[in-house]
C-alpha cells in the first residue's frame, strides 16, 4: 500500500493497493492529484526505490516540488504518516482478510472514505479532515 496523506489537512489523499508498487505508479498518482489538489512545495517520503527512482526525481523537479527524503531508520521524522499507518493497522488491516486484490482496494477506499469524513481526529479537535457536506433541496410550494 501507498498511503498518501496532505500534512496540514490530514487527509489521505490516496491509498493505493497493489502487489507491486512502481515509481511509474507513484507519478501516476501524484499526476492525479497534483491535477486535482492542486501543486504541493515538497513531497515527505521514505527512500524506497519507487521514491529515489531517477526518473521520478527528475520529473519532480521540472514541476518544482522538492524532493524531502526522511532519514534511513528515523521513522519520527515522518509522523504524520507513521500515526496514520498506525491507525490504518489496528482500524482495518487487524480485523481484515484480502481474498483478492481487488477486494483490497475496494475495502481500504471505503475505510480512506472513513477517515476523511467521519472519523474524529484528536489532532483536528475531533473533526475529520474533510468532512461531507449534504444540500437539503428547497422545494417551493406550487
Request: hydrophobic share 40%.
Amino acid at each position: 500500500m501507498l498511503n498518501i496523506i496532505d500534512e496540514f489537512t490530514r487527509e489521505c489523499l490516496a491509498i493505493r493497493t497493489d502487489r507491486k508498487i512502481t515509481a511509474i505508479d507513484v507519478i501516476e498518482i501524484l499526476a492525479e492529484l497534483f491535477i486535482t489538489k492542486g501543486m504541493p512545495e515538497y513531497i515527505r517520503s521514505d527512500n524506497g526505490p519507487e521514491f529515489v527512482a531517477e526518473f521520478l526525481q527528475e520529473w519532480l523537479g521540472n514541476l518544482d516540488v522538492r524532493p524531502a527524503f526522511i532519514e534511513p531508520g528515523s521513522p519520527w521524522d515522518n509522523g504524520y504518516i507513521e500515526s496514520f499507518n498506525g491507525k490504518l493497522r489496528d482500524e482495518l488491516l487487524n480485523g481484515e482478510i484480502f481474498d483478492t486484490i481487488t477486494g483490497a482496494r475496494v475495502i481500504t477506499e471505503r475505510w480512506r472514505k472513513r477517515h476523511n469524513t467521519i472519523r474524529p481526529h484528536s489532532s483536528l479537535g475531533y473533526r475529520p479532515p474533510a468532512p461531507e457536506t449534504y444540500f437539503l433541496h428547497q422545494v417551493a410550494n406550487a
